[in-house]
């Protein structure tokens, strides 16, 4: 579940984040989004600015628009465990580590695949 907070822009499991600059005291949520099955274990933003966030139980990584509408998402394979974190590589290469100490690579339209297993 992606939560956005009504202080900026903000964006979290439970919403309990801290804000540099912020000087409310207190966050209310705006916006509840189902995101994934389980817990989100890594959020990323992209260099053009996309949000991806990587889900425990699904193994499924998520791009959303600003709206927190998904854009597109990928699931990488079950031998490799959960997303644990997402890096950008180069061009649309994502670098996965996963639950299973492996790291991957792939993208949206690549399949992922080990590089460190």
Same mark, same amino acid.
């Given at each position: /579940?992606?939560?956005? $907070?009504?202080?900026?822009?903000?964006? @979290?499991?439970? $919403?309990?984040?801290? *804000?540099? =600059?912020?000087?409310?005291?207190?966050?209310?949520?705006?916006?509840?989004?189902?995101?994934?099955?389980?817990?989100?274990?890594? *959020?990323?933003?992209?260099?053009? @600015? /996309?949000?991806?966030?990587?889900?425990?139980?699904?193994?499924?990584?998520?791009?959303?628009?600003?709206?927190?509408?998904?854009?597109?998402?990928?699931?990488?394979?079950?031998?490799?465990?959960?997303?644990? @974190?997402?890096?950008?590589?180069?061009?649309?290469?994502?670098?996965?580590?996963?639950?299973?100490?492996?790291?991957?690579? =792939? @993208?949206?339209?690549?399949?992922?695949?080990?590089?460190?297993?």
């Amino acid at each position: /579940m992606l939560l956005e $907070c009504q202080v900026g822009v903000a964006l @979290s499991q439970d $919403c309990v984040l801290t *804000l540099p =600059g912020a000087v409310a005291e207190t966050y209310q949520i705006v916006k509840q989004t189902k995101a994934h099955e389980g817990s989100i274990f890594t *959020l990323c933003i992209t260099r053009d @600015s /996309m949000l991806l966030s990587g889900g425990g139980k699904d193994r499924k990584i998520i791009q959303w628009y600003s709206s927190l509408t998904t854009e597109q998402e990928t699931e990488i394979p079950e031998q490799f465990g959960a997303v644990r @974190s997402i890096v950008e590589g180069r061009a649309d290469d994502l670098l996965i580590g996963t639950t299973r100490n492996a790291i991957l690579r =792939g @993208s949206f339209t690549e399949p992922f695949t080990p590089i460190v297993q």
